[in-house]
């Protein structure tokens, strides 16, 4: 019987894929679909037209805004959130072909230099206003990335277990190799995260050559390496919500006001300004998209002055524009590094495999 | 009443089934297209997109490029994370296996009052995204914690303590639907003629369950070897995997080459282990007398039985086992409800209350995000029953030609291997296949349709082990005595393989749904669309600063376990009161 199956199977395989498309049909009816649009971004002929945004997890906006965005320009908004920040390009690099959408958001600068060498983008000038203020951080994007938002990654503390325990904070990269911090720190993995990367990128753009030393003497300071951001802030800082051990943590500068605690006006927390990277976030018309006006058009309005007021809040960046106020605590307590570390972005590109091959070696071993 | 129709053992030799009557054009076609149809599910939504991916990494500027094997098999960590794979996965099942078969005798073959909170509870963490059991998990370990003491965090112990956490529930279940069946008369008639408990058990029951183990232990290695999160969460890069190597080389590096490499190293250790497990499976596996569970399952009395000359010391055992597993499981979900109500300095419901308001850059409400999990789990259960029950049918059958029963064995392992392969290979190898897949002018790659279909990929295995090993325990006979007394082929599949299948379906069920809710390998990478799915909320909440979204993102947690367990609870209850007699 077995045989007779087999033979009748090559013929039968038609109408298994025929009652397959039937059930698909089904599901598809079942499960609510994205609200106004049909598909992702074939339709851009008609009235307005979709425009899809390629964006990573950690992507959001008001509630309202891109309501807003739809009203003045008659394009309907697709958001499609494939995964987080760090596999956001190498997904774009590998549906080239075939874009999953016509504008990404949330290509950080160690990333720009692989997603314009791959030609994932195309180039645009943005005329909205804060444009000119964008273009202040387009190092190296060669006109085809648009910084929407930056933010700084660095160490933070715990003022209240340094002050609990009578020892004086640590205030640059060399203090974290110092003794008397021993067994305190505590940072994200560059290899899974990315600020983790960044850090590591800090201790590169501060050491040159040297910085595997530098690792070194970290891990024999008693560096702890959680899996993620979270991981780390959440899990093992002591200051973080979590009630972890470990009083130094690997974060953002903008970490500080969410630790005021209920009823005081302090936060509990505080940044080294001294042992910053900086991240900036760039939006970009995808190379084969099908809607090119809309994709501008959503890039212009990145930078409008309602999205770039609502960045903070939303997104915990700072936006590119310097006609928007920050929110107040972050005036107060989210102050960023006057100086942070830089290294290019062409560098970045170049070396990222060989820098992360060589971490693990000196830290994990 | 009993299934078999003499109250003799069943026959110890496979009875090999005979054909009574010639099958007829029909039932061929109805065959075919029960081969067909699965394959066809899997052919298009597993094995192009795989192929699609590695091809991607051995096809440089269009000629085939296999130096990557010299090249990747030339380091040494490829070597050492090839043998960190099998120590984790290989160690994670055998303990999984040790706790799990007294779990299934005590939680299947006993009744007692909370059995159902029980069995519910241990399939909880089976659908916990792994950011949660990693909190649940390392918030207890890390220094200070209330289990500090043991040093634990960041260990190979911690590792495979977690594998076991996710992969109890995958052996109690496994087992325990066939135990619930299995007639007690063959064990009480060992004992009867003077045989200890543990030797009755040895000689007796342990080989007629042996085939539902080797079924649940090559899920659990599937599981475990191709685990990610948890590996790098509890565990970091030291104890990298395979998988966590893919990942790197994937998502990080682009290193395609190397990546795909390192999918073929996969795919030949899961395709070894396949075949092991399946020769264990087939040496054991026979007709079994199988009994309505009413009449195998018994109340748990702990004192001695009155009637029974003496207390059976290997339930005292099983029911001390199994105590201690189910409280060490329960330790990390207890945190993980102390935590979520933990607000500031104080106690407080205040996160739950929060549930109902979007924000922290989540657009949706979790109660929003929890009924589009449900929707979406209802659709991919449904795609998994519809696609793992034909699969199972077909398996069920008995070929009497070696050929025949080799094709079976291969399709067998085919529909095991979505558990084995890389997560990050599939999603990517969506991205890369489904835009106008075979010519289709439809982008499936950001389509609400492609999440469900991803998850009934991983939920179909579990669908198969779990009604496989009751179908195939089947007496022939049964189906013989049906065809003798005149039914046609379709009633006989219908009287017999459906009524007794039901009943498992319903095991299955819950298990399908739960895999369904919790799945977020393949899923994380698709291009979702804006309505988020559960597990996906909660990931982007625990990355979101400030305690607020913190404590939200582990309320939003104990959500989707209370609603996992109240879902495979009411499965269990439905196969209670719709498995009507046979």
Redesign the interface.
Known sequence: ??????R??R???L???L??GL??CS??S??????GSS????SSGASGGTV?L?TH????LS?GLLDAFTQRTGYQV??????DA??LV??L???KD?P??DVVFGVDNTFASRAVDEGVVQPYTSSAPAAKDAAAYAAGTGGSLTAVDYGDVCINVDHAWFSEHDVPEPATLDDLTDARYKDLLVVP?P??SSPGFAFLLATVGAKGDAWPQYWTALKENGL????????A????FSG??????RPIVL??A??PP??V??GADEPTTGALLDTCFRQVEYAGVLTGASNVPGAEALIDFLLSDEVQADIPG???MYPVSTSVELPQEWADWAPLATDPFDVPAAEITKN??QW?TQW?QTV?? | MTLTAQRAPAPPAPAPGRPVRRARPRGLLGWALAVALPLAFLAVFFVWPVAVMVGKGFVVDGRLDVSGFAEVFSRPRTWRIVGLTLAQAGLATAVSVLLGVPGAYVLYRHTFRGRAVVRALVTVPFVLPTVVVGVAFRSLLVDGGPLGFLHLDGTFAAIVAALVFFNYAVVVRGVGGLWERLDPRAEQAARALGASPWRAFRTVTLPALAPAVASSASLAFLFCATSFGTVLVLGGMQYGTVETEIWVQTTQFLDLRAASVLSVVQLVVVAGVLVVAGRARSRRERALPLAVPDDAVRPLLLRRAPGLPERDPLAVVAVAVTALAVALLALPLVNLVVRSLRVGDRWGLDHYVALGTAGDGVLVTVWQAAATSLRTAVDATLLALLVGGLVALVLSRRPRRPAGRRALAGLDALFMLPLGVSAVTVGFGFLVSMHEPFGLPLDLRSSPLLVPVAQAVVAVPLVVRTVLPVLRAIDPRLREAAATLGAAPGRVLRTVDGAIGARAVGLALGFAFAASLGEFGATSFLARPQNPTLPVVIFRLIGRPGPEAYGRALAASVVLAVMTAAVVALCERLRGTTGGDW
């Open positions: 019987m077995a045989t007779a199956i087999s009748t199977a013929a039968s395989a109408v298994g894929a009652a397959l059930g698909a599901l598809a079942g499960t609510a679909g994205p609200s598909g992702p971004s074939g899809t390629v997890d950690s992507f959001a509630d697709q958001v499609v959130q494939p995964g760090g596999t190498n997904q690099v590998l549906t075939a999953l959408g993995s290899v899974t702890k390496v959680a899996e993620g951001w979270s991981d802030y959440s899990t093992d973080g919500g979590g009630g972890g051990p974060s953002y903008s970490s969410f630790t605690p209920e939303s997104m915990y990222r495999e992360l693990s994990v071993g």
